[in-house]
């Protein structure tokens, strides 16, 4: 059964900072793995992806993640913060090889960012 | 291109009473998913359909949540009767089919209160 952690449900960083989410995983089968943002009253948008090609992906608004098997991690980073971050973010992983290509969702960090 | 569109964004209902989302996917969809969003969590899958049939639907309560997707396009969310802990967002996702490469659209969601 596939399933995602994301240690800390709140975090605050400075405008300019380091942005570290953390995310780890478990499936029983070689994972696909997302990160979503999502703003206020909106759906979710999709940031970036990792499907078994390179383990350093990027997606968008300067965001990337890395892939670590041997950690079962794909933590998100962005080098520096922006007001505009602020929003909820979900790590998310799929399995799928049984034909079924539901996301199952962490339970969501809010990253706070301070002027 | 258009996307996920869902109504209405808003519901208030009193216990044991009844209400409906719709859901209608991005053009050319095939498959759609449901999914209830507890604040302060993780979206949770309630179904997926692929076209018109049901994919999975092991999480739906089903002695009250319906749902169904006449035609494969769009789709219709019942709750009979509700219940307070049935307050949620509740957002419907499209992609364009089950393969993993297949990106989820999300549409804004539907937020209900039940008192």
């Known amino acids: 059964a596939q399933s995602v952690t994301q240690l800390g449900s709140h975090v605050s960083v400075s405008e300019g900072a380091l942005v570290l989410l953390r995310c780890n995983y478990s499936?029983?089968?070689?994972?696909?793995l997302f990160w979503y943002v999502q703003y206020p009253n909106q759906g979710l948008q999709l940031l970036l992806k990792y499907t078994s090609a390179a383990t350093l992906v990027k997606g968008i608004n300067g965001f990337e993640a890395e892939f670590k098997k041997s950690e079962t991690s794909f933590h998100l980073t962005k080098p520096s913060a922006h007001m505009s971050d602020a929003a909820e973010y979900f790590c998310a992983v799929s399995e799928g090889d049984t034909g079924r290509r539901a996301l199952t969702f962490g339970s969501g960090t809010r990253l706070q960012v301070q002027p | 291109e258009a996307g996920v569109a869902q109504s209405p964004r808003y519901k208030i209902i009193e216990k044991r009473q009844s209400v409906a989302f719709w859901c209608n996917p991005i053009?050319?969809?095939?498959?759609l998913y449901w999914y209830q969003q507890i604040l302060g969590q993780g979206p949770k899958l309630l179904i997926q359909?692929?076209?018109?049939?049901?994919?999975?639907d092991s999480q739906l309560p089903k002695d009250r949540f319906s749902a169904e997707r006449l035609k494969g396009v769009d789709s219709t969310l019942k709750i009979q009767p509700a219940k307070l802990e049935d307050s949620a967002v509740y957002l419907c996702a499209s992609s364009r089919d089950r393969g993993r490469l297949s990106e989820a659209f999300f549409g804004q969601g539907t937020r209900l209160t039940v008192v």
């Open positions: 053009s050319g969809h095939a498959t």
């Open positions: 359909f692929q076209n018109n049939g049901v994919v999975d």
């Open positions: 499936s029983s089968v070689p994972p696909y």
